[in-house]
């Protein structure tokens, strides 16, 4: 079996990481994880250990520890162990998320470049506000949350993104134009690397 090839995919609350990555899936069958739906995931079952702390956490837009996040990803990866293409979505998004991966998963497999979705934060909190307004269901989807995602965002992911950039392997995308649009671009970089 060969090694499991993994794409981190980030970029700040509501670039469209979730939109683009289900269209990577259909055209190049990649398995999409997101950390932010396993988390709510994990949130949602009945008498898990860790529901409470999960809410309190998105809902205040921290990170969440990483031996939490690090398992649900690992787990998810294992019951799809006969694919081996990952896009793992919005992690890791802060230095402790960086190590819990490093110390734990990265020698299992290989890491082809980090996605980066770029966004003006504006853009991304009308977005998250209009899918909050639309019934999202989701509780950070309000502007209390919002204002402390964005700032998580910028002090804390920003940095990783800025280490990827400095080992040469972010591929960044705009992601400020329409769906289809910031898709050609994806496609550009997708059919490079599937050729
Ligand atoms: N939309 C998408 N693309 C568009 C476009 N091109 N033009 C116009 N509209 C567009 O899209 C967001 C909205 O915008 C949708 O309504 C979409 O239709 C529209 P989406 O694809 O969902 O964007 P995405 O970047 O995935 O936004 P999301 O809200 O999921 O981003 P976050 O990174 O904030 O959310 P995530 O689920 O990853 O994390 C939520 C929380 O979980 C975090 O704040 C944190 O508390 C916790 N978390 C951790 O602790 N650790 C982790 O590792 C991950 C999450
Ligand atoms: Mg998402």
């Not at 996040?69 to 979505?89: G, Y």
Request: proline fraction near 4%.
């Amino acid at each position: 079996m060969s090694v499991p090839k993994v794409i981190f995919v980030l970029g700040p609350p509501g670039a469209g990481k979730g939109t683009q990555c289900q269209k990577i899936v259909q055209k190049y069958g990649y398995v999409h994880l997101s950390a932010g739906d396993l988390l709510r995931e994990e949130r949602a079952k009945p008498g898990s250990q860790y529901g409470e702390l999960i809410e309190s956490y998105i809902r205040d837009g921290k990170i969440v520890p990483v031996e939490i996040t690090c398992s649900l990803l690992e787990k998810a990866m294992m019951a799809k162990s006969e694919m081996n293409k990952f896009l793992i979505d919005g992690f890791p998004r802060s230095e402790n998320n960086l190590n819990g991966w490093n110390d734990s998963v990265d020698k299992k497999v290989k890491l082809l470049f980090v996605l980066y979705f770029d966004c003006p934060l504006e853009i991304c909190t009308e977005r998250c506000l209009a899918r909050g307004a639309a019934g999202s269901g989701r509780s950070d989807d309000n502007i209390e949350s919002l204002n402390k995602r964005v700032k998580t965002f910028l002090s804390e992911t920003a940095p990783i993104i800025q280490h990827y950039k400095e080992l040469d392997m972010v591929k960044t995308v705009d992601a400020t134009k329409s769906e289809d649009e910031v898709f050609t671009e994806v496609t550009e970089i997708f059919d490079n690397i599937e050729a």
